[in-house]
């Protein structure tokens, strides 16, 4: 095989879970945007983007020529990475003012979500019903983070120009958020803890982006009345739970990976990332919303863990990378090179 087909057989190899480079890189940009560093931020942002363009042209093409395996990838819950990082990076430009953007990415995530779902959920409906002693892996808790990643992308759209339907939207869809979390989370194999190979974190991530919904929605309320205060009584109670818990389980995923360290790449590490950087994220939400500056620091502390826990993932999905196009160079007899899931 030749250098020049070697990266278009990696891409061919790429598996739905890629997505999650996205959400991760994502999320970093938007975190970095709270605390100031705004340089570093727009330099996440311009690599979430090409890689959404690029995973997205992919998305297309594939279900214009080989749409069974558009239909098989679609309905695993990877698939849901393509609304979940459409949200952020629409979360992401609604800062910069481009609000026309975000809403065609709030559309166009709303188009894909029920049409994913509804996949994700037959095939999990099927994985019950068929082998019933069986759990399922952290992925699955992407159902809930899609899910309030539309939430978060609403109620901050409605906060920009003071509109309140998105907000009210945003509502229903964080409740609903919240009660898909509650099957995905008698469905998840807590052995992942400790045997995951990265997508065990989706469910604090999950949890995390509920927190940060949450606080989204406290801080909608600037021009229009539109929550009574019973209201943000139970949103501000709710959302610090969230952020209480998704620290938890940030806890304990942690030491997890101490207790059984797993180095070896693998794509899935990118919902590793992500989590971590959500976690950064929600705090430092959270703390606005909530009017708690104290969570600011920790926060801050958190983000920069994700930021270090990304350049370790991608210099490890580079190494990958090249290992595999050595692989295919050599022909046959070449190396082995990597795990092929980069």
């Known amino acids: 095989m030749s250098g020049s087909s070697s ?17 991760a890189t994502g999320v970093l940009s938007v975190g970095l945007h709270l605390v100031g560093y705004e340089v570093l931020s727009r330099v996440a942002l311009a690599l979430a983007g090409a890689a959404w363009v690029a995973l997205g ?3 297309a093409v ?14 695993t819950p990877d698939g849901l990475t393509a609304v979940a ?16 953007l975000a809403w065609a990415l709030l559309a166009l995530s709303a188009v894909l979500w029920p049409l994913l779902l509804a996949g994700v959920a037959r095939q999990v409906l099927r994985h019950v019903a068929g082998h019933r002693e069986r759990r399922m892996p952290g992925d699955v808790f992407l159902c809930c983070v899609a899910t309030q990643g539309l939430a978060v992308l609403a109620a901050t759209l409605g906060r920009a120009e003071a509109t309140t339907w998105p907000a009210y939207t945003a509502l229903a869809l964080f409740w609903l958020g919240l009660v898909l979390y509650v099957p995905m989370l008698v ?53 610090v739970g969230l952020l209480v818990l ?26 590793t990332v992500f989590p971590m950087g959500m976690t ?17 620091g ?44 980069g």
């Open 7 to 23: 990266p278009r057989a990696w891409w061919a190899r790429r598996p739905p879970a890629a997505g999650a480079a996205v959400l």
């Open 57 to 59: 042209a992919d998305f």
């Open 62 to 75: 594939r279900l214009v020529r080989q749409r069974e395996r558009w239909w098989a990838e679609a309905r």
């Open 85 to 100: 990082a459409t949200t952020v990076l629409g979360t992401r430009v609604s800062a910069l003012g481009w609000q026309t």
């Open 187 to 239: 469905l998840f194999d807590w052995r992942q803890v400790a045997q995951g190979a990265g997508d065990q974190w989706v469910a604090g991530g999950a949890l995390a982006i509920s927190a940060l919904a949450g606080a989204r929605l406290i801080t909608a309320d600037r021009a229009e009345y539109l929550w009574n205060a019973d209201d943000r009584g139970v949103l501000r109670v709710l959302t």
């Open 246 to 271: 998704s620290l938890c389980w940030y806890g304990a995923l942690l030491a997890a990976e101490v207790l059984w360290p797993r180095p070896r790449y693998d794509t899935r590490r990118w919902a």
């Open 280 to 296: 950064a994220v929600a705090m430092l939400a959270v703390a606005r919303a909530v009017r708690v500056p104290g969570l600011r």
């Open 298 to 341: 920790p926060g801050e502390v958190l983000l920069w863990v994700a930021v270090g826990a990304w350049l370790a993932v991608a210099v490890a999905a580079l190494a990958t990378t090249r290992a595999f196009a050595g692989s295919t160079d050599s022909g046959p007899s070449g190396p082995s090179g990597g795990t092929g899931r």
